[in-house]
């Protein structure tokens, strides 16, 4: 069982910037791959970025060269550092671990861009 627990969303302009954070109740060493999705209203939930046990990383085409995902498995956590920030990132943002075979989710952070 891996809970998780997602802070750092927020209202910010467009242009701006936001970190999100995402604290897991296991040791994330052990986890393969940890990522950040993301649901609009009306929307299905869509992948933003995954990393994984060696660091490598996924992103979506609508994010790449903006948004950057990292892990400190030091203190458990998996960040989104959220950059030039557009109306179109509006959405909850929710943190995934995929660990033995089982998905994770965590609760939710809101990210709001304002135009």
């Known amino acids: 069982q891996v809970q998780l627990v997602e802070s750092g969303g927020g209202l910010v302009q467009a242009g701006g910037s936001l970190r999100l954070s995402c604290a897991a109740s296991?040791?994330?060493?052990?986890?393969?791959?940890m990522g950040w999705y993301r649901q609009a209203p009306g929307k299905q939930r869509e992948l933003v970025a995954t990393?994984?046990?060696?660091?490598?990383?996924v992103y979506a085409d609508s994010v790449q060269g903006r948004f950057t995902i990292s892990r400190d498995n030091a203190k458990n956590t998996v960040y989104l550092q959220m950059n030039m920030l557009k109306p179109e990132d509006t959405a909850a943002y929710y943190c995934?671990?995929?660990?033995?075979?089982?998905?994770?989710w965590g609760q939710g952070t809101q990210v709001t861009v304002s135009s």
């Open positions: 990393i994984n046990s060696r660091g490598s990383t």
């Open positions: 296991t040791t994330i060493f052990s986890i393969d791959t």
């Open positions: 995934n671990a995929l660990y033995i075979g089982f998905d994770y």
